[in-house]
């Protein structure tokens, strides 16, 4: 018998998605290009709200959800969004 096993849509970093066997660590706005902790308070108020998940996509980690073009959430990642902001010029 094949045994079924749970698979998530994840983005790489080329922005293309594809299934994966382990869940996403990080979440993304596709919209204004931010990803941060999927506890993040300031994304659980727009989404409480009815907003953010129709553009919502998953990063297996950091180093993929900046190379696809997304920068830190201020709110859940402060300390690296004050690096990005210092370099984003």
Known sequence: MKEDRQTYRLIGRDRRSYESTTPGRFGGNRSTR??????????RRVIERGGYVANRVF??????????GFRPCAVCLPEEYRRWKLTAG
């Open 34 to 43: 931010i990803y941060g902790r999927l506890d993040c308070r300031g994304a």
């Open 59 to 68: 990063f297996a980690d950091e180093e993929i959800a900046i190379a696809a």
